[in-house]
C-alpha cells in the first residue's frame, strides 16, 4: 500500500497566505477541517501524493448566518454547531436537521465540519444527500478569484469532486424555501437513512423536498435525492416526475421507484448487495415522501 508520509502542516489565519500555499503546492498540498475524513484517507492509502497538509481551521469559517432570502454556513462549522443552530429548524430545511442527528456518535459531529462532509466525496456520508434535495450551492474560492458551484454540479465520482488544485469550499448557501413558493403553497423536506445498526454508515439514505398545493393537497413540486446508491449522491428525477400534480399514493412510489432503478446497476457493498438495496429502496423512498408531505400539512 503507497504509504503517507507529510513533510509540512501550515495553519494561518490569512486566507491569501493559504491560497497562495494551495496553488504553489498543487496536487502535493491538501486541505484539512474536522481531521475525521481526513486521516482514514491517509490510512488506507489513498492520497500518498500529499505532502503539505493545509488547515482552514483558523479562517474564521465558523458560522451560520441566517438572513432573509438564505442560510449561508461557513466551511469549518461542525456538524453539531449546524444542527444546534436555529436555521435547520425552518420550513423546508428539515431534511437537514434529520440527516445532522442521523450522524453518529456525537464525538465526530463535534469534530467533523460542513465542508468536509461535502468534500470528502464518499457514498456511505449523509448530510450532501439532503442539502442536494435543499439546492445548496458552495462557495468555492481561490487566490485568483471566486466561483459558485450548485452542489448538483458539484460531483463527479466518488473521490473526485470539481475542486481545482488551489481551491477549497468557502461557504455553503441554502436559499430560504419561503422565497420560491407562493402563499398557496406550503414546503417541507425530510430525510431517512437505512444503515446496519443506529451508529453505522448508511446503505441508503434519502432526501425529499416538496411543496404541496393547499387547496387541493397535490404535490406541486418534489426533489428527491439519494445516497448509497451511486457512487455520488443523484437525484431520482424520474420518481419525481411520476409524483407531481398528484397526492401521494403509496402504491404509486413503490412501483415508480422500483421501475426506475435496474437491479444491477445499483451500488453494491459488503453490507447490501444489488438485490438487497433494489428491495429496500423503494420503501425507504416512500417513507421519506410521506414524511415530508406529512410535514408540509403540518407547516400549514
Ligand atoms: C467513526 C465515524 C463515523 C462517522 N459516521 C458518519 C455517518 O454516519 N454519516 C456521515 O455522514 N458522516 C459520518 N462520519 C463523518 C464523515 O465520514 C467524514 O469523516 C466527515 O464528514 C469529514 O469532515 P471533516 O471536517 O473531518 O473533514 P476532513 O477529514 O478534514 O476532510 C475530508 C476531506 O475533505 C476535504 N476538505 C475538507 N474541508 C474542505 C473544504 N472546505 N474545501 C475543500 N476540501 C475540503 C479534505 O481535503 C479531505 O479530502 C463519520 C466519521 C467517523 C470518523
Known amino acids: ?3 503517507f508520509r507529510p513533510e509540512e502542516f501550515v495553519s494561518s489565519e490569512v486566507e491569501k497566505e493559504l491560497l ?26 489513498y492520497i500518498p501524493e500529499v505532502k503539505t497538509i493545509v488547515s482552514i481551521m483558523g479562517l474564521n469559517l465558523s458560522y451560520v448566518r441566517n438572513t432573509r432570502e438564505h442560510v449561508a454556513i461557513g466551511a469549518t462549522t461542525t456538524l453539531q454547531s449546524l444542527l444546534e ?18 450522524i453518529r456518535p456525537v464525538q465526530v459531529r463535534n469534530v467533523a465540519t460542513v465542508g468536509g462532509e461535502i468534500c470528502i466525496s464518499v457514498p456511505i456520508v449523509d448530510l450532501p444527500t439532503a442539502l442536494l434535495a435543499c439546492d445548496a450551492s ?13 452542489l448538483d454540479e458539484f460531483y463527479i465520482d466518488a473521490f ?8 477549497f469550499v468557502k461557504e455553503i448557501i441554502l436559499p430560504k424555501p419561503q422565497n420560491i413558493e407562493g402563499k398557496s ?21 434519502c432526501a425529499v423536498m416538496l411543496s404541496c398545493e393547499l387547496s387541493t393537497k397535490k404535490i406541486q413540486k418534489i426533489k428527491i435525492s439519494l445516497g448509497g446508491i451511486k457512487r455520488t449522491p443523484m437525484r431520482a428525477t424520474e420518481v419525481e416526475e411520476k409524483l407531481e400534480n398528484r397526492r401521494p399514493e403509496e ?12 437491479k444491477t446497476n445499483l451500488l453494491p457493498s459488503v453490507h447490501g448487495s444489488n438485490e438487497y438495496k433494489h428491495e429496500l429502496l423503494p420503501i425507504i423512498v416512500r417513507d421519506c415522501v410521506m414524511k415530508a408531505y406529512d410535514r408540509s400539512l403540518q407547516n400549514n
Open 1 to 3: 500500500m503507497p504509504v
Open 20 to 45: 497562495a500555499k494551495l496553488k504553489s503546492e498543487g496536487k502535493r498540498g491538501r486541505i484539512i477541517a474536522g481531521g475525521t475524513g481526513f486521516y482514514e484517507l491517509a490510512r488506507r492509502g
Open 85 to 102: 443552530s436555529q436555521a435547520v429548524m425552518e420550513p423546508g430545511l428539515e431534511a437537514i436537521d434529520d440527516a445532522l442527528k442521523e
Open 138 to 150: 458552495l462557495r468555492i474560492v481561490s487566490e485568483k478569484d471566486e466561483r459558485t458551484l450548485r
Open 160 to 167: 473526485l469532486t470539481k475542486l481545482r488544485y488551489g481551491e
Open 185 to 205: 403553497s406550503k414546503r417541507a423536506s425530510a430525510f431517512l437513512k437505512f444503515g446496519r445498526t443506529a451508529y453505522d454508515f448508511n446503505l441508503i439514505n
Open 251 to 262: 402504491n404509486r412510489i413503490l412501483e415508480s421507484v422500483q421501475a426506475s432503478f435496474s
